[in-house]
């Protein structure tokens, strides 16, 4: 049996993981060797616990061959979008693109004004600029109508 790499994330939470978790997590792999961690315990300063943990189940379930009975659902949209940037860090490709696809699946058909707030991004457009771009581009605002859910 390999040998377990201790990880401390953001939070001062100490996690054991297998060392075939750590070799995907590109951020760590700098700190494991062959033959395990090159460092006692490995600092995640951007992962909380509850990232790390749910990060271990899709591990586990990808392992098992399971990865579709992994779910974000019950994240809220603060809570998935901080996940998101925590697996991002840690450079978790398959994870990341998991995510990636949650987050579009949230945002998809929803209004302009839904993905800006959804982002956090300020909208810079005067109103007559917006006029004119929604004018000149109407079949791109299809759906428009759609409201965020609270």
């Known amino acids: 049996m390999a040998k377990l790499i201790s990880v401390k994330t953001c939070d001062d939470v100490v996690f054991e993981i297998e060392p075939s978790l750590a070799k995907n997590m590109k951020a760590l792999q700098p700190l494991v060797d062959e033959d395990g961690a090159k460092v006692s315990v490995a600092p995640l300063p951007n992962v909380s616990s509850n990232h790390m943990t749910m990060i271990m189940e899709y591990h586990r379930l990808s392992d098992a061959g399971k990865v579709k009975e992994f779910s974000v659902e019950k994240l809220d949209n603060e809570e998935l979008k901080d996940f998101l940037l925590a697996v991002h860090y840690l450079d978790l ?33 005067t109103p007559e600029e917006e006029a004119a771009v929604r004018e000149k581009n109407a079949w791109t605002f299809k759906g428009e109508g759609i409201e965020p859910e609270e």
């Open 93 to 125: 490709e398959a994870l990341f693109e998991f995510l990636t696809l949650a987050v579009a699946n949230r945002i998809e058909n929803r209004s302009v004004r839904y993905v800006r707030e959804y982002f956090g991004i300020q909208n810079d457009f």
